[in-house]
């Protein structure tokens, strides 16, 4: 890159290791390159191959990349990660990844009982829930996710709710799934509950965007959806981060979709006010994890 890179945080990072390979979850990421010849996807992904992955990690100054944990009870082509997988990769690799433990929706108590196991592992900061692309999809207000909302206030951690179209699409549903409607309830019924909306909810940018506006405990982070040149509904993303959501706007690549240093490019072309680059690249998120870099 052209420029000077903070230590960049990403949000959404699924390495080619075991835990992810062995299954389907890692070969359904790279839905768009399989599928699409415009993403060409990353080396380092189709061969598989987790040291060239820290080289291309390396080269786009990614610091840290976060592995937002996924239990989604065979929902349609999603897969899943064990939580026990997760830890061990953070432990493993502590200087390079950080981890959100999965809940199972199927399965609410054996989840919560791992957050219990496995919250104070140093580089576990979260807890990850997929509502809308769940074997059973449901709303993120769903009574039957207070539990887990409920802990992860006792833990200070926060929940990130991966929504998008594909994602629904993807476990079987139809796209209205996707929509962040009900995580404007969940905000306001946990104001000290911190949200990330993983995926941002794409393509329901524009209401994503306002919802995000009305609930100051609400944080956006739209990965390939905003780090992508020519994206549907990234203009938006950038106009609600440049007007009034610096401050919680989260950067990822959502690896191993794209090349990294692709999107970081792609990133920086979109037109985000260049005073809030590093907010996004690295502020926003080592704050709201707890970081000291």
């Known amino acids: 890159m052209t420029m000077m890179m903070p230590p960049i945080i ?29 993403f060409k996807g990353a080396r380092s992904a ?27 009870s065979g929902a349609g082509t999603l897969g899943g990660v064990d939580n026990a997988e997760i830890v061990e ?16 929706l199927d399965d609410i108590d054996k989840g919560l009982g791992e957050i219990r196991d496995y919250a104070s592992v140093e ?57 962040p409607v009900s995580i404007q309830r969940v905000a306001q019924k946990y104001p000290d509950l911190k949200i990330i909306v993983s995926h941002a909810a794409w393509p329901y940018a524009q209401e994503m965007v306002v919802v995000a506006l009305a609930c100051p405990n609400i944080y956006v982070s739209p990965d390939l959806y905003a780090s992508t040149k020519g994206m549907i509904c990234a203009d938006t993303y950038v106009q ?10 989260l950067f990822g690549t959502a690896y191993p979709v794209k090349d990294i240093q692709d999107s ?3 990133f920086l072309d979109l037109g985000y006010r260049q005073d809030i680059v590093p907010k996004i690249l690295y502020g926003n998120a080592a704050k709201l994890l707890k970081l000291d870099l």
Do not use: C
């Not at 189709?46 to 239990?71: N, P, Q, T």
């Open 89 to 104: 990769a953070v432990n493993r690799y502590s200087d390079r990844f950080l981890g959100f433990l999965g809940v199972d």
């Open 10 to 38: 990403d949000m959404r990072l699924r390495p080619p290791i075991p835990a992810w390979t062995r299954g389907s979850v890692f070969r359904t990421a790279m839905h768009y390159p399989r599928q699409m010849i415009s």
């Open 240 to 249: 609600g981060a440049n007007m009034f959501l610096e401050d919680r706007t």
């Open 123 to 179: 580089n576990i900061k979260g807890i990850s829930i997929e509502p809308g692309s769940a074997r059973e999809p449901r709303w993120s207000d769903d009574a039957s996710l207070d539990p887990i909302y409920e802990i992860a206030l006792e833990y200070d951690l926060p929940v990130s709710i991966s929504l998008s179209g594909l994602l629904s699409v993807l476990g079987g549903h139809d796209i209205t799934w996707s929509s």
């Open 264 to 266: 970081l490019r792609d």
């Open 46 to 72: 189709w061969l598989e191959d987790l040291d060239l992955l820290f080289e291309e990690m390396d080269s786009a100054s990614i610091r840290y990349g976060v592995l937002i944990g996924r239990a989604s």
